[in-house]
T-cell receptor
Framework: EAGVVQSPRYKIIEKKQPVAFWCNPISGHNTLYWYRQNLGQGPELLIRYENEEAVDDSQLPKDRFSAERLKGVDSTLKIQPAELGDSAVYLC????????????????FGPGTRLTVL | AQKITQTQPGMFVQEKEAVTLDCTYDTSDPSYGLFWYKQPSSGEMIFLIYQGSYDQQNATEGRYSLNFQKARKSANLVISASQLGDSAMYFCAMRSGGSYIPTFGRGTSLIVHP
């Protein structure tokens, strides 16, 4: 079974340029997450989708970030325009449908996209 | 609010020895779940082990075990018989309070010496 696929793996852009990241989750996984991981930190959730609906996006900087999951499968995260502080690794993860908070529900992560903004 | 603290920025262990990675958490919700992930240099986060707040026994998965001390709010990861391939960053995470959003700690870098 294929894991979570992300592309590109690396991206270098100049500030004020747009950039987009793509994620294809594990087949059959309803829930998709986008995380940002700054250097020396743990991942922080940007947005969570249940099928095509964004259900947790309070941490997404909506002035410059946007995300979509039109058919409830793959997803795109966009930054426009990029700023120096956006340099980070952007991780995508997926899981099967969420049940209780304290129940076991493993998230499978992709390899991430390392973004460098110059 | 939920908080995860990992106080060890780096740990060193000899191959074949056991190592404990510390994690303390803070939440006022009685229902929560604790996770440990491994992040090798390749970048992906690999799930290792899960402990629910109502679980009666400490979780174990192969060489990984979770030393869950509820009263102390600690969830330390124990890796037995360390292998060179265990060298990686290790993150403790928690979900609580009806939120599906996990909070991650800052991570601990583990280096296994031959």
């Amino acid at each position: 079974e294929a894991g979570v696929v992300q592309s590109p793996r690396y991206k270098i852009i100049e500030k004020k340029q747009p950039v987009a990241f793509w994620c294809n989750p594990i087949s059959g996984h309803n829930t998709l997450y986008w995380y940002r991981q700054n250097l020396g930190q743990g991942p922080e959730l940007l947005i969570r989708y249940e099928n095509e609906e964004a259900v947790d996006d309070s941490q997404l900087p909506k002035d410059r970030f946007s995300a979509e999951r039109l058919k409830g499968v793959d997803s795109t995260l966009k930054i426009q325009p990029a700023e120096l502080g956006d340099s980070a690794v952007y991780l995508c993860a997926s899981s099967s449908r969420q049940t209780g908070v304290s129940s076991y529900n493993e998230q499978f992560f992709g390899p991430g996209t390392r973004l460098t903004v110059l | 609010a939920q908080k995860i603290t990992q106080t060890q920025p780096g740990m060193f262990v000899q191959e074949k020895e056991a190592v404990t990675l510390d994690c303390t958490y803070d939440t006022s919700d009685p229902s929560y779940g604790l996770f440990w992930y491994k992040q090798p240099s390749s970048g992906e986060m690999i799930f290792l082990i899960y402990q629910g707040s109502y679980d009666q026994q400490n979780a174990t998965e192969g060489r990984y075990s979770l030393n869950f001390q509820k009263a102390r709010k600690s969830a330390n990861l124990v890796i037995s018989a360390s292998q060179l391939g265990d060298s990686a960053m290790y993150f403790c995470a928690m979900r609580s309070g009806g939120s599906y959003i996990p909070t991650f700690g800052r991570g601990t870098s583990l280096i296994v010496h031959p």
